[in-house]
């Protein structure tokens, strides 16, 4: 990723967010930390959620995204130009968590949708990766929450918003020591959801 072609095609996206979709932070900028590794856990309902994740930051987000996702038009080149890198889910999921902590041992910020992939109905369960990336790099989890995106079609106004960081703390790194602090996670970004449906009704 070359950093000035970075914050060049995030400008521009923010433009475009902004133009057609009024792209708002509705609150918690403040809890991304400026610099040293973090995650960033957040829903997914669109394809647009990586791109509107990210463009509010002031540091650059990098993304572990299904390689399917680089072969569509527009939006493969510019989740790659925000710092995605292809991730095979058939190469086994080993692969990608090593990339992953790669990412953040080098002090970087990640972001991860605990559900693994769009969650259209809002039922899906989430996996364990962001408790588990947590636990091995030390790295804080930032819960957010985007809201509008499943309309964007209609132009509706998409929100974004940032939770405290959560720092997860378990002695033993197997998925049921691990289990609380995905449920934590995840329980956290539903009421961040709750948050911005509300304001979008008020």
């Known amino acids: 990723m070359i950093p000035w072609f970075y914050f060049f095609i995030k400008g521009l996206c923010w433009i475009v967010f902004r133009v057609v979709w009024r792209f708002r932070v509705v609150g918690g900028i403040e809890n991304i930390p400026a610099d040293g590794p973090v995650i960033v856990a957040c829903n997914h309902v669109s394809y647009l959620d990586p791109v509107a994740l990210g463009i509010a930051l002031q540091r650059p987000l990098t993304y572990l995204a299904k390689k399917q996702l ?16 292809p991730l095979d889910r058939e190469a086994g999921g080993l692969t990608a968590l090593r990339a992953a902590v790669r990412v953040l041992k080098d002090g970087r910020c990640i972001g991860i949708f605990p559900e693994g992939t769009r969650n259209l109905s809002g039922t899906a369960d989430e996996k364990g990766g962001a408790a588990l990336l947590a636990a091995l790099s030390g790295a804080p989890v930032v819960p957010a ?37 995905t449920a934590e996670i995840m329980r956290r970004i539903r009421e961040l959801e709750a948050q911005l449906a509300a304001q979008r009704k008020a």
Request: net charge positive; aromatic share 10%.
């Open 70 to 85: 680089f072969e569509i038009p527009v939006l493969g080149p510019v989740i790659a130009a925000l710092g995605a890198y």
């Open 145 to 181: 929450a985007i809201g509008g995106s499943r309309d964007a079609r209609r132009f509706a106004r998409i929100s974004v918003i940032y939770g405290a960081p959560i720092v997860v703390k378990a002695e033993r790194r197997g998925t049921e020591a691990l289990e609380p602090w």
